[in-house]
């Protein structure tokens, strides 16, 4: 990420709002602090933070500070299936139990 003059993110605090910030979570529907996000995951951030807090605070910054190079990558950097195909393969696995093949 380079740093140009003008880069928005320079503008907003290097520090999380308190909890008595809250948004709404697109996976959950409903509000939610920053302390939760940072955690969901396993003890990881969950993979929406930087999208959802990014207006708020130099999110982005602050979690690669605190988290190992491993850690970010694993929050955040993952390629996840999209649901439909792991739909189909449960599906596919379950004929395979059943002894269903078509």
Request: proline share 7%; aromatic share 8%.
């Amino acid at each position: 990420m380079t740093n140009t003059d003008n880069d928005p993110a320079e503008a907003l605090p290097d520090t999380p709002p308190s909890d008595a910030v809250q948004i709404r979570c697109p996976r959950l529907g409903h509000q939610i602090s920053f302390s939760y996000c940072r955690q969901e995951n396993q003890g990881l951030p969950c993979f929406k933070t930087l999208d959802c807090w990014y207006t708020l605070f130099n999110v982005h910054a602050h979690l690669k500070e605190r988290l190992t190079s491993e850690e970010f990558k694993k929050a955040f950097e993952n390629e996840t299936k999209p649901k439909v195909l792991s739909l189909f393969e449960l599906i596919d696995q379950a004929r395979k139990r059943q002894g269903k093949t078509d």
